[in-house]
């Protein structure tokens, strides 16, 4: 496929790089591309970024199918632009494809658009430290219908946005709410790809949790509400003793590619982590036993997020002494040694544009 350009005649002013937040600012343009079951996937283009304009039947509005990824770009020290990880995206996006019943990309075809999409809007890459460029490539269900069906018509689009640090805690531990009185996902449903449903539905309880100075909730799983799942936005890691411990996949936790690279980068340092089925009883006998040495969290947004404070029924704990702790501070100057250049990750990690 021919990919289009049309680049802007009016760029937008750029945000000061030390007041960026999260989602509020987005970049001059955007990748857009059609999909319809005769053509298939067709009319690959970067233009202004815009509204997309959809019926009110639009199905997306009314059935929830759509799916997303997130992914960043960096600024190095050299001005050069790197992505990290970005073919696992674009790999895990095709995964929600098919479990969503939406026709999969040409993953080396979407990358390639991204790097020049990247390339266009090169002047939004923020370069002060903890800053990046936040990557949201989103499909959505576009059939004018209403009725209960896989639509046939779909939208992929790549939008850029400039960001600081996901929680406004920054890199500071933070309070977690464990929750059993609401479920996010079951085994056998969609809690380990990443659509828009999954998201809604966690919402209630996370807004319970910000009531009560919690910044996020952990989720147990959805049969018996005894064992850990994930944070609303991240996977989770607890240090009990010497191991490190993170829920195994089950098919209702997300395969998160930075717990991914917490996994590999410990292997690497020869400190396996354990994946397996942890209760939240376990977790607390473990702080009572003086036991449970930390607890952080991974994900592309926060990147390694320590854990401070966990309230579960009427117990809050505090973990270690309420900082940050030694795994998560390596596994978070590791991580973000990496994406901004100043180390080397595993072959295939970094991209350049």
């Given at each position: 496929?021919?990919?289009?350009?049309?680049?802007?005649?009016?760029?937008?002013?750029?945000?000061?790089?030390?007041?960026?937040?999260?989602?509020?600012?987005?970049?001059?343009?955007?990748?857009?591309?059609?999909?319809?079951?005769?053509?298939?996937?067709?009319?690959?283009?970067?233009?202004?970024?815009?509204?997309?304009?959809?019926?009110?039947?639009?199905?997306?509005?009314?059935?929830?199918?759509?799916?997303?990824?997130?992914?960043?770009?960096?600024?190095?020290?050299?001005?050069?632009?790197?992505?990290?990880?970005?073919?696992?995206?674009?790999?895990?996006?095709?995964?929600?494809?098919?479990?969503?019943?939406?026709?999969?990309?040409?993953?080396?075809?979407?990358?390639?658009?991204?790097?020049?999409?990247?390339?266009?809007?090169?002047?939004?890459?923020?370069?002060?430290?903890?800053?990046?460029?936040?990557?949201?490539?989103?499909?959505?269900?576009?059939?004018?219908?209403?009725?209960?069906?896989?639509?046939?018509?779909?939208?992929?689009?790549?939008?850029?946005?400039?960001?600081?640090?996901?929680?406004?805690?920054?890199?500071?531990?933070?309070?977690?709410?464990?929750?059993?009185?609401?479920?996010?996902?079951?085994?056998?449903?969609?809690?380990?790809?990443?659509?828009?449903?999954n998201y809604a539905a966690s919402l209630y309880a996370g807004e319970e949790a910000h009531r009560i100075g919690f910044t996020q909730v952990l989720?147990?799983?959805?049969?018996?509400?005894?064992?850990?799942?994930e944070v609303g936005s991240m996977n989770i890691f607890f240090v009990i003793d010497d191991e490190i411990i993170t829920p195994a996949l089950s098919?209702?936790?997300?395969?998160?590619?930075?717990?991914?690279?917490?996994?590999?980068?410990?292997?690497?340092?020869?400190?396996?982590?354990?994946?397996?089925?942890?209760?939240?009883?376990?977790?607390?006998?473990?702080?009572?036993?003086?036991?449970?040495?930390?607890?952080?969290?991974?994900?592309?947004?926060?990147?390694?997020?320590?854990?401070?404070?966990?309230?579960?029924?009427?117990?809050?704990?505090?973990?270690?002494?309420?900082?940050?702790?030694?795994?998560?501070?390596?596994?978070?100057?590791?991580?973000?040694?990496?994406?901004?250049?100043?180390?080397?990750?595993?072959?295939?990690?970094?991209?350049?544009?």
């Open positions: 496929m021919e990919l289009s350009i049309q680049q802007t005649d009016s760029r937008k002013a750029l945000p000061d790089e030390n007041e960026l937040t999260f989602g509020m600012i987005f970049s001059d343009h955007m990748f857009n591309m059609d999909y319809d079951p005769h053509r298939g996937w067709c009319n690959p283009r970067i233009e202004p970024y815009q509204p997309i304009v959809m019926d009110p039947s639009t199905m997306v509005l009314h059935y929830g199918q759509s799916i997303f990824e997130g992914l960043k770009a960096f600024k190095t020290a050299s001005g050069e632009i790197r992505l990290f990880r970005p073919q696992d995206n674009f790999r895990r996006f095709n995964l929600s494809a098919e479990r969503m019943c939406i026709p999969q990309i040409d993953e080396a075809f979407a990358l390639n658009t991204l790097k020049t999409l990247l390339n266009i809007d090169k002047r939004w890459v923020p370069g002060t430290a903890g800053t990046s460029l936040y990557i949201r490539p989103t499909i959505i269900a576009m059939d004018p219908y209403i009725g209960v069906r896989a639509s046939y018509t779909y939208r992929f689009f790549i939008i850029l946005c400039p960001v600081g640090a996901y929680y406004k805690e920054g890199f500071n531990p933070v309070k977690i709410l464990v929750t059993d009185q609401y479920v996010r996902a079951v085994r056998g449903g969609t809690g380990e790809v990443k659509t828009a449903g989720w147990l799983d959805g049969v018996e509400q005894k064992y850990v799942e098919g209702s936790i997300l395969p998160g590619i930075t717990r991914d690279t917490v996994i590999e980068l410990a292997a690497m340092w020869g400190k396996p982590v354990s994946q397996r089925r942890i209760g939240i009883n376990e977790v607390f006998d473990a702080h009572h036993a003086g036991r449970l040495k930390e607890v952080f969290g991974a994900g592309t947004a926060a990147v390694i997020s320590p854990v401070g404070e966990i309230k579960y029924e009427d117990e809050v704990v505090r973990v270690g002494n309420g900082g940050v702790g030694y795994w998560a501070n390596k596994f978070f100057t590791a991580i973000t040694d990496i994406q901004n250049g100043s180390e080397e990750g595993l072959d295939g990690w970094s991209v350049t544009l």
